[in-house]
């Protein structure tokens, strides 16, 4: 079930990368696509990076489609689930990512509504939810093995234990009734919504 949306967002992003996220979302009766574009400051040179994600109404991810530029170079990539379930890159497969479930996107805090969405934990409850994670500025795709563990709410902030091991990364991040991040430490803080 997809949870009131908001129609967009946006993340400053901190830390990891300097830059700024924008969020359009396009809801219908087969599920939602997820519009976005990040623009950071990658190594010293200037990226931008244009997505669309579209799930199902479970969240699971359908497809994805990805341009990005950094100096004078374009990359684009397409993520498609296949019949039998498996994901493709420009349409090959890709062992390394078979079983997978969900796409993320280096300096994207969006991405990380879809295993929290799809899984649905309850307090107390954790999932493995490894995603085909796109790098920046190249848009190379790899396995990233994560974990959400959720914890006790701060009110009506959902808050999960979260971890990436190839990123040595541990943290508590904070989501909204609708499961789109407000505080990813060290990667983004919500600035707007509307």
């Known amino acids: 079930m997809i949870l009131a949306l ?11 990368h300097d830059g700024f996220e924008v969020l359009f979302v396009v809801e219908d009766a087969e599920g939602v696509r997820l519009d976005g574009h990040v623009t950071v400051v990658e190594e010293g040179v200037p990226c931008a990076m244009r997505y669309s994600i579209r799930v199902d109404r479970g969240w699971t991810t359908q497809w994805a489609q990805v341009i990005a530029r950094s100096g004078s170079d374009w990359y684009e990539r397409q993520i498609q689930r296949t019949g039998d379930g498996e ?10 990512l078979q079983g997978l ?11 990380n509504a879809l295993p929290v969405n799809r899984t649905k934990l309850d307090v107390g409850e954790a999932a493995d939810a490894p995603a085909a994670y796109v790098r920046l500025p190249d848009l190379r ?16 902030r959902r808050r999960y234990e979260y971890e990436a091991p190839e990123f040595d990364t541990r943290c508590v991040l904070v989501y909204d009734a609708a499961g789109l991040v407000l505080d990813y430490p060290g990667i983004a803080v919500r600035a707007l919504t509307l």
Not at 101 to 111: C, I, L, N, R
Request: charged share 30%; glycine share 8%; net charge negative.
């Open 6 to 16: 908001p129609a967009s967002a946006a993340w400053r992003l901190v830390g990891a």
């Open 87 to 96: 994901l493709t890159v420009d349409g090959v497969a890709v062992p390394e």
């Open 101 to 111: 479930v969900d796409v993320d996107f280096e300096g994207s805090a969006v991405t």
């Open 141 to 156: 795709v790899v396995r990233l093995d994560q974990t959400y563990r959720r914890i006790e709410d701060d009110g009506d």
